[in-house]
């Protein structure tokens, strides 16, 4: 029995390894906490191996024989990302940044006197932290202007930049006991508080030579959009943890998130110089502008539900880890919405929403 037992859970084992994933941007399981459990990449789903147990499975709280506080940082984290083409040819964005990368501080209580051995756990802790910085410029020859208009090839000038900078801070409180000798049960309560900014400035301009016969002297295009938003939601993580002869198991279920509170803010200005929206070219080329701001929008922000399963076994003197995530997926849906959108409308006309269209 204890060999079969064996060859069932390596089999487990080896179907972690070997399955296909797919992710979403907040899925976050690679963040790593703790001393032991950042070695690990968060696999100690099945064993009490540090404070950080109360967001990874509380259930394993259980296991802590005394009442301890844990504080750890990493040092510096340095990005280097390079996307050829990223905005179409010639568009390459580049990001270089110099950050602080996620800390923990993170303790466990353990009662003097429990029955049932209850332990509690608390963390607060970076989440997640992103800045990135993107920019390129394009200079060249293109005919983008109808040769009756502007004969031959006109200079096309264009630059991009887009900045984000995302923060978001979790506080956690969780208890853990045992049911059984051999199986135990945890909850926790994840309070997480979001924000983030983003800039997006794009401008392109077809501007055709002197003396070219030229009946259009420039058209072009000016995009500036900067928003900013704070969320705060919660969810709740059910562990058990048991023992089976050598082989310990854990299993994490993590509820939808539940949205507390969260406000936003966009600022946007849009415009063309010199465009014509028909293609008919006996109607005349005109202005468009739109300009809008949108304060106190209610903001929304959603984590998927998620399962992941954990197994561990010592083997001598070292004992291997193992756990897989499942995350469930989620609707599209805006984190801001400022409302219905509208069409252009020419000359210098204010709008009170931002065109999606032009």
Not at 46 to 57: P, W
Not at 78 to 95: A, D, H, Q
Not at 148 to 171: F, H, K, R, V
Not at 224 to 250: A, P, Q, V
Request: aromatic fraction near 10%; charge should be neutral; include cysteine.
């Amino acid at each position: 029995m204890n060999t079969l037992w064996n060859t069932i859970i390596i089999i487990i084992i080896s179907l972690m390894v070997v399955s296909p994933v797919e992710a979403q941007d907040n899925h976050y399981a690679w963040m790593q906490f703790g001393s032991r459990n950042g070695i690990l990449n968060n696999a100690n789903l099945s064993q009490f191996e540090d404070q950080s147990a109360v967001i990874v499975n509380p259930a394993t709280l259980s296991e802590a024989t005394q009442s301890s506080f844990n504080f750890s940082t990493n040092a510096v984290g340095f990005n280097n990302i390079k996307f050829e083409n990223g905005l179409g040819e010639g568009f390459t964005i580049k990001n270089s940044s110099l950050t602080i990368l996620p800390s923990l501080a993170a303790g466990v209580i353990k009662p003097k006197k429990s029955e049932k051995n209850l332990v509690i756990g608390y963390a607060l802790h970076t989440n997640n932290t992103d800045l990135l910085n993107f920019s390129d410029r394009v200079e060249t020859k293109i005919n983008l202007i109808n040769e009756t208009e502007s004969p031959g090839e006109e200079n096309y000038l264009a630059q991009y930049n887009i900045t984000t900078n995302l923060d978001e801070i979790a506080i956690i409180g969780g208890i853990g006991w045992n049911l059984t000798p051999n199986l135990s049960l945890g909850i926790s309560q994840n309070f997480l508080y979001r924000t983030q900014e983003y800039a997006q400035k794009f401008s392109a301009y077809a501007i055709p030579d002197k003396g070219s016969g030229a009946s259009v002297d420039l058209t072009g295009t000016n995009y500036d959009y900067y928003t900013r938003y704070s969320k705060l939601i919660t969810y709740t993580k059910i562990g058990l943890h048991t023992k089976l002869k050598e082989w310990d198991l854990g299993l994490a279920i993590s509820t939808p998130t539940l949205g507390i509170m969260g406000t936003g803010y966009i600022l946007a200005d849009l415009s063309l110089s010199n465009i014509r929206l028909d293609e008919d070219l006996n109607v005349p080329r005109k202005n468009y502008l739109a300009n809008g701001e949108f304060d106190k929008i209610k903001a929304q922000y959603k984590y998927p539900v998620n399962a992941a399963f954990g197994i561990s076994r010592p083997f001598g003197k070292v004992r291997m880890y193992g756990s897989v995530s499942w995350f469930g997926k989620i609707k599209t849906y805006n984190i801001l919405d400022p409302g219905m959108p509208l069409s252009c409308n020419h000359q210098a006309m204010k709008m009170s929403c931002i065109p999606t269209k032009c």
